[in-house]
């Protein structure tokens, strides 16, 4: 994990640097062929992104070293754990202890977690995931942009509000010109060093003209891409990396191949999940998770599906509550009580304790209006806001009612950090904007 504010090159091991913020060291993987220890880099997923002048550096340094231990400070109180046990289910408390020991939490443990009824054991659980995650990645937060720059797609996805059912949503495809357009103000207006690039499965975009577009953003402004366009083949992924891509989006959706088989016309779990287990091989970050609240999902195809996510060697889990679609098959269908998601995004947190991201998702947000602060309380530790063209991104209606439809940038910007500052979290991207 790393902080958007410069660090400093202590290290450099081959194509690792080690890098001090205050102190606190992180590693990145350096792709800069200049990289010299002394020098002062912005560093994003475990990737140097760009050499920051001393003097630039410094500056930013000097207004958020008090900041930042303010912060941490913050994070640390609100993140104590109470140690008294009041009305805690037995075995869950139990189970609390050896987490927090350090010991191994085994998979039918995490299933009890999972299946918590009790409104304290609950708590307690939350507690404990936001205690392990300032343990072992302190206050943290990645803040990635996402430009969805086509709702084309191809695919009949019976859930999804972009999918080939829905006949009646405004179609829209970004020009080259306007993903360009989009991207620089997301990086050089707002200040975002991670974006992801989104869009349905469109074949009106070849592979060779999304490895334009990624190389073209690469090469005019330093950041670390995210592909997020489906399945695109293992060669595909190959080019892509080439181009300078370096994480993927993709979630599995469910573990379960009986359900995604039926939630998928024409598709198997099996190639999403070899999509996903070459992409890591090719050196890409993961991004990945499932749909909570699925029809006929069990909590052991919830365990199962963060069992999936830690085995693929996921860099931030993504995790969002079904919501239905008027215009598609599953309409009508409930969608998933706010605690069902808590407890995932918690138990992710159990399961993978020490490295893992984990999001707060818009699909969350849709679901719950205090979806963000309830999350990152609950082990979460990432959020992704939207910089698509405003004119655009309502047409983006993968559900109904989407969160922050409609607010400005700078608006989602002000609000996160706000929310940010007041429960000690430091982004890791926007640092720079810091007021
Ligand atoms: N409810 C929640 N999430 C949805 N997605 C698509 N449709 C829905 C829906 N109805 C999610 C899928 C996909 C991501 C881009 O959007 O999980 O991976």
Redesign the pocket.
Known sequence: MCYAIPGKVIEIQEKTAVVSYFGETKKAISELSNLKVGDYIYAQGGFAIKIIPEKEALEILATWKETFFDLQETDLRLSRMDLEKKRIDRKAGLIFDKVLEGGKVTDSDLLYLLEIKNKETLELLYKTANFLRQKHLKNSCCVHGIIEFSNYCSQS?S?????THNKDLGRYRMTKEEIYDAADQAINKYGFQALVL?SGEDKSYSIDDLCEIVSTIKSKWPCLIFI?FGEVGVEGLRKLYKAGARGL???F?SSNPRIYGELHPGRGLKSRIEHLEAAFQLGYLIIT???IGLPGQTVQDLLNDILLTRRLKTEMY?F??????PK?P?AGMP?PPTKDVLKVLAVSRIADPVNAKILV?T?FE?LESKARELGLMAGANSVMLNVTPEKFAKNYA???NRAHAGEGIQEQIDSTLALLYSIGRAPTDLGALLK
Do not use: A, D, K
């Not at 859930?159 to 999918?163: A, D, E, L, M, N």
């Not at 969002?320 to 679609?325: A, K, T």
């Open positions: 996805c859930y999804c509000g972009i999918s989104q997020s989006l993709m979630r959706e998770g499932g749909l993504t969002g509550p079904f919501l239905p679609h598609t599953l969608p998702t699909g849709t993968i559900y109904p």
